[in-house]
């Protein structure tokens, strides 16, 4: 067998790419943690906040960030006049706090002039009056107002703060603000402004050796406003640094259109309220999918908001001017949209269509069905959320209500050290300056990368371990050649999946098992971090249910790649098995961050750490070891990587027959930080095989070189080839088309499914047509492999040999010479599979899958409102999804409604219609009874993003039938509403108010 160390680099990308991270670093390493503040644990819901001599900032510290709180006019179109309150909270042992605001002058210039277009960050003169107010209990107002104790009170212009610069006041802690249990001070700052008029006066908050968030909207009445500022040229040329004219702005900005903010959920939480306001959804197209839609759970306007000023809840409330405006230095794109990640960065909930112009609309996660959540959830975990903004253009005023404590930094982090006084007394340190590193030697590097390998025929059995890195570095954009940009870990499951069924195909009982690691953050604990090594799967041959394992991987946390070495030591010796051969395979993004001792330590620092000198010899572990910057808990950013080498060497010395083989799926560009060399060492070591991969295509080709070299004897025969045999009855309803939509401007893609427990090859394309101004069919892919180039006008025919494996659902890319139109339904055409089944695209649709029998022993259900009758979109019943399972890529749900037996026999057609996110599809179903037992063909709408069918009727006995439908979703949203049409005046008996679906999955 071949035992040889492989350097494969992919020159084109690679050596840019390590220059680039290694630049990157250099940002990395200015961050550090935070410390707790000694007690105030828990009165910010949980949220962690700056030790001692660190900022608290809403809603950031950067002062060219041009992110900013807003105080709008009422002429604004914008809540004019609405204050915004933030709360501070100090510990009861320090006699003092420091308060700042920046610009917190209303149209100033820098030497203290009323000058609007001379200033910055404003577009108003009238002044923003700052209240700070004694609050013990964090409870707002008293009831007598009376009673209520000003502690300070600042006005912007009246009281000179400065210019784009810090007004910096030391306020001492006062009695009054004192909390009953005598622990922390509390107080509510209160802005303020005179509405009158347009313009923004737009300022930031800080606050030293406290905590500043916002107040919980459940138990005060208080709401705050952001804004991406940009008011005059000074401005401009700080959001520009290469600013010429409005024609040349640069290409770079330092507003990128994204916010963050951070709160923590106790245990026991029951519900989580996020009102948003004039988010400025538009524009006013109603065929636009980034139209403002009308959402059904919020009505009017609520009992708070300023009646004025305030429109009621509803659809098509185009901004003035609507979000992704036209003027380009203005405009991040996409529309605006925010979203909710919950601990351990699972993603909660994309809020795609927020409000419209003056409204605000409201998004409940809740436990209790019977309070009607938006997302019904049976825990609310506790641990920290992320609120995420993308996309918010400059000068677009946002409005957030939410019933927990907002602040600008998640548990455990520090800020930025230079926004520290100096000397620094915050626990992060002044950056180490690093040490100027030895040239790393470059290894030799192959002249091409090696071709798509040949599965041999592999007489004995192999036991394959994968070793999933899936820290949070994982989740970075991982660029295909084609321009794709998934993730890392989405092409490391993707390569897997294609190696499992080179291995599956061998018949031969060789085996698969995967073991992933991270680590994760230990609350109040700033240099710890709690390795989490799984085994997901001891080894097994039901290669689709090891698959179904892999594709639910998640990435998040830090890297404690010596931990995962140590595991595979302990474990698999009592796996290994006379006449199999074992293969190990590491796949990592390089850089180790936490050490023996469960210290955690910087990516950038690691990254520099050498384990060769400059003759390619690798050093001793302990010159490792002392190396690199140190970190703030003493330690050197050697630690990490020698701790691997030890990792290695233990295992080789436990197992010296098994290799290890190693594939370092490179950082992209920028992205982030990278060690090739302490991967390379875990391979030689492991005496296997090493890659360097820069896309996914070479991910999967290095994987497979990474088997062929250890499994197939030089010269070994292909497998044979499976006897031809038909397929017995095949049942065409398990291939299924799941999405059909435009995936780049010249590409267009299709998502197919194998439903069944068997893979399925696919031998042939043919493409019928599509529109004439696309040009020619350039090239398609299947699955991620090799392109297949065509460069023919339709019809187009194709000969392929694609497997799709059970359970698998994978992609089509066909390339055309020009742009092509996003309704893609206009591509007509059918995939074939070895059984002689077809899967139908464009207009005609796919066979969806038949009914599942009744009586299924575990039926997925749903549950959704109904309106009986409704006038929107036309007149009919509509079905809205309250809670339950996403209807999403190619799944479906069932529908029934009863009439009566004569308005049943009347119809001839009905219109169908339904909404996945912004993707809405209407349809016509025609050409049957509607009082037969048999179900008609299928129709789709015209863009090609849902199927709708009828599934028959059923005769009562009583004079009504009931009507069956299925809706088919083929995009990536999940169903939101689906509605059947009626004659004017026809109302259903039933389904009212509520209807639960109920499908065998």
Wanted: hydrophobic share 35%.
């Amino acid at each position: 067998m071949l035992r040889k160390l492989k350097l494969w680099y992919n020159s084109k990308k690679g050596k840019d790419t390590l220059i680039g991270v290694l630049s990157a670093a250099l940002l990395l390493s200015l961050f550090g943690q935070f410390g707790l503040l000694e007690g105030l644990g828990g009165l910010l819901s949980g949220t962690v906040g700056p030790g001692l001599g660190e900022y608290s900032c809403m809603p950031t510290c950067d002062e060219t960030d041009a992110k900013f709180l807003s105080m709008p006019g009422e002429n604004m179109a914008s809540f004019g006049g609405a204050q915004v309150d933030m709360w501070i909270t100090s510990d009861q042992t320090q006699p003092s706090f420091e308060i700042g605001v920046f610009d917190g002058d209303s149209g100033m210039d820098s030497t203290g002039v009323p000058n609007v277009a001379g200033g910055n960050w404003d577009t108003t003169d009238t002044e923003c009056v700052y209240t700070l107010y004694a609050d013990p209990g964090k409870d707002g107002p008293p009831a007598d107002p009376t009673t209520e104790v000003v502690i300070a009170q600042w006005l912007g212009n009246t009281n000179a703060m400065p210019n784009n610069a810090w007004f910096v006041q030391t306020v001492n802690n006062d009695a009054a603000a004192l909390s009953g249990d005598g622990k922390v001070y509390n107080y509510r700052l209160t802005v303020s402004r005179d509405p009158i008029g347009s313009g923004i006066s737009a300022f930031k908050l800080r606050v030293k050796s406290a905590i500043i968030s916002s107040g919980r909207a459940d138990l005060v009445d208080s709401n705050f406003a952001i804004v991406g500022m940009l008011a005059t040229m000074g401005d401009a040329s700080i959001i520009f640094p290469e600013f010429v004219d409005w024609n040349n702005v640069g290409s770079t900005t330092t507003y990128d259109g994204s916010w963050e903010f951070y709160f923590d959920v106790p245990s026991g939480a029951k519900t989580m309220s996020i009102w948003d306001g004039d988010f400025d959804r538009g524009p006013a197209d109603t065929t636009s999918p980034d139209r403002d839609t009308d959402d059904p759970d919020t009505v009017g306007m609520p009992d708070w908001a300023i009646p004025d000023v305030t429109n009621p809840e509803g659809a098509g409330g185009k901004g003035i001017p609507a979000d992704d405006v036209a003027f380009v230095p203005y405009r991040r794109s996409p529309a605006v949209v925010y979203r909710l990640i919950g601990p351990n960065n699972d993603p909660i909930f994309t809020n795609e269509n927020p409000s419209g112009t003056e409204e605000w609309e409201e998004f409940v996660v809740g436990t209790d069905p019977e309070t009607n959540p938006d997302l019904l959830v049976s825990e609310i975990k506790p641990g920290s959320y992320k609120l995420l903004v993308e996309g918010l253009d400059v000068f677009n005023t946002v409005w957030f209500r939410i019933n927990y404590d907002i602040t600008d930094q998640p548990p455990d982090e520090c800020p930025v050290c230079p926004v520290c006084p100096d000397p620094v007394p915050c626990p992060c340190l002044e950056p180490t300056p690093e040490p100027t590193p030895e040239p790393t030697p470059e290894p030799t590097p192959e002249p091409t990368p090696p071709p798509e390998p040949e599965v041999c025929q592999v007489a004995v059995p192999v036991d394959v371990l994968y070793v999933l890195d899936i820290s949070g570095s994982m989740d970075d954009l991982y660029p295909s050649e084609g321009g794709e940009a998934g993730t890392k870990l989405a092409a490391a499951k993707d390569a897997i999946l294609a190696l499992n069924s080179w291995i599956q195909a061998q018949g031969n009982g060789s085996r698969v098992a995967l073991t992933t690691f991270n680590a994760q953050s230990i609350r109040g604990d700033q240099n710890h971090r709690q390795p989490n090594i799984q085994l997901v799967s001891g080894f097994t041959d039901n290669i689709s249910g090891f698959n179904a394992q892999v594709m639910g991987l998640r990435s998040n946390g830090w890297t404690p790649t010596s931990f995962a070495i140590d595991n595979v030591t302990q474990w698999l010796p009592g796996q290994l098995q006379s006449g199999r051969n074992a293969l190990v395979i590491l796949l990592s993004d390089g850089v180790p961050t936490v050490d023996y001792d469960r210290l955690v330590f910087d990516g950038g620092r690691v990254s520099n750490v050498n384990v060769y000198d400059a003759n390619n010899v690798a050093l001793s572990i302990d010159a490792v070891r002392a190396s690199g910057a140190s970190e703030r808990h003493g330690q050197t950013a050697g630690e990490p990587v020698a701790d691997v080498m030890v990792a290695i060497n233990n295992l080789k010395t436990a197992m010296p027959d098994v290799p290890v083989s190693v594939i370092a799926i490179q950082a992209a560009v920028g992205d982030d930080v990278f060690n090739a060399q302490v991967l390379r060492y875990v391979a030689e070591r492991g005496a296997g095989n090493f890659y360097m991969t820069n896309n996914p295509e070479d991910l999967q080709a290095a994987l497979k070189w990474v088997f062929v070299e250890t499994a197939c004897e030089e010269g070994a025969p292909p497998p044979p080839n499976p006897p031809e045999e038909p397929p017995a009855a095949p049942t065409c309803t398990n291939y299924q088309l799941t999405a059909q939509e435009r995936s780049a401007q010249n590409r267009a893609r299709l998502e197919i499914r194998n439903n069944d427990a068997a893979d399925m090859l696919i031998t042939r394309i043919r493409i019928e047509s599509w529109p004439a101004e696309w040009g020619n069919l350039n090239r398609i892919r299947f699955f991620g492999s090799d392109w297949i180039f065509a460069n023919s006008a339709a019809p187009v025919d194709l000969t392929v040999s694609a497997v799709l494996g059970a359970g698998q659902q994978q992609p089509i890319i066909a390339q055309f010479v020009n742009n092509i139109s996003q309704n893609v339904s206009g591509w007509t055409g059918y995939v074939e599979m070895s059984n002689g089944c077809q899967i139908n695209f464009g207009s005609g649709g796919s066979q969806p899958p038949t009914p599942p029998p009744a009586g299924c022993p575990n039926p997925r259900t749903n549950q959704y409102n109904v309106e009986n009758t409704t006038n929107n979109p036309f007149y009919g019943i509509k079905f809205e999804h309250r809670s339950g399972a996403d209807i999403k890529n190619g799944d479906y749900d069932e529908f029934a409604y009863v009439l009566d037996a004569t308005n049943a026999a009347a119809l001839t057609s009905m219109q169908v219609e339904a909404k996945a996110g912004s993707r809405v599809g209407i349809a016509t179903i025609s050409g049957c009874s509607f009082t037969q037992a048999d179900a008609c063909a299928p129709v789709q709408d015209s863009n090609g993003y849902f199927n709708f069918q009828f599934l028959g009727a059923s005769d009562n006995g009583n004079g009504t039938y009931t009507l069956r439908f299925k809706v088919v979703v083929l995009t990536n949203r999940a169903l939101s509403h689906t509605t059947f049409g009626l004659p004017t005046g026809v109302v259903p008996s039933s389904p009212n108010n509520n209807y639960q679906s109920q499908v065998c999955p």
